[in-house]
């Protein structure tokens, strides 16, 4: 048997734009539904995991709620951003030969700002919560988990050719134990502009960071991942 999909998609929108006021937003909202006529299920030996498909019928459905706003501070030469939504769906999973419905949710907040000091030092700053849970018909719940990210920069202009920067990450994860739920990075960079030629001089993970872990959740199946990163370099642009 060949998998067919028959997806359903409803979204609706609102957008509102005052340019005097220099205030801008959105509300979207969106629906889903598929209806499939095959199931791969996992089955697992030991430590290896097998993966067949299965001739049952099965739907899943859910919707999602996004909402952005933007105003900007003349005086203070700033724009302040606030983002966030809400995603919840509904799905059959098949695990050891049984059915299980699931239900996934998902939050996520977002913060920003972009502010011009003295016309010469220009600070950006924002940051991303998201909380995601799995819930499991009978069975106990999952832990939930959340994840917070904050990027900020701060850049001196100089002569408006000299152009120095710093930059720090910051990453936070409650599904990653010890000491790498919480991870930083930090970077600069001097940048020199002529009329034809942009030279850049670049120092990247300053902190010498050699791993980067992250973890994530879909339905009943936990992804967590690590990546090696390259230590501590210098990087000369033209």
Not at 127 to 153: C, G, M
Not at 173 to 194: C, E, P, Q, R, V
Request: charged letters at 15%; aromatic letters at 14%.
């Amino acid at each position: 048997e060949l998998l067919h999909n028959k997806t359903q998609n409803y979204s609706a929108g609102l957008s509102y734009g005052d340019v005097i006021n220099e205030l801008m937003g959105s509300l979207n909202v969106s629906y889903w539904h598929r209806h499939s006529n095959l199931m791969y299920g996992t089955t697992y030996t030991g430590s290896l995991s097998r993966i067949e498909s299965y001739d049952i019928p099965n739907s899943s459905n859910g919707y999602n709620t996004a909402m952005t706003l933007s105003k900007r501070f003349d005086t203070i030469a700033t724009t302040v951003n606030l983002q966030g939504g809400f995603m919840q769906s509904w799905s059959q999973v098949l695990r050891q030969d049984v059915v299980v419905p699931t239900r996934f949710d998902n939050l996520t907040i977002g913060v920003g700002f972009n502010s011009l000091l003295f016309r010469a030092i220009r600070i950006i700053y924002d940051a991303n919560y998201t909380r995601s849970k799995s819930f499991v018909e009978n069975a106990t719940d999952f832990y939930p988990i959340d994840i917070l990210r904050q990027n900020a920069s701060v850049n001196f202009i100089i002569k408006k050719r000299w152009i120095c920067r710093f930059g720090t990450e910051h990453y936070y994860n409650t599904a990653i134990s010890g000491a790498n739920s919480n991870m930083y990075f930090f970077d600069a960079s001097l940048d020199y502009n002529t009329k034809r030629v942009e030279y850049s001089l670049e120092g990247r993970n300053l902190l010498n960071v050699r791993s980067f872990n992250s973890a994530r959740t879909t339905e009943l199946v936990n992804y967590v991942y690590s990546y090696q990163l390259r230590p501590f370099s210098i990087m000369l642009k033209v």
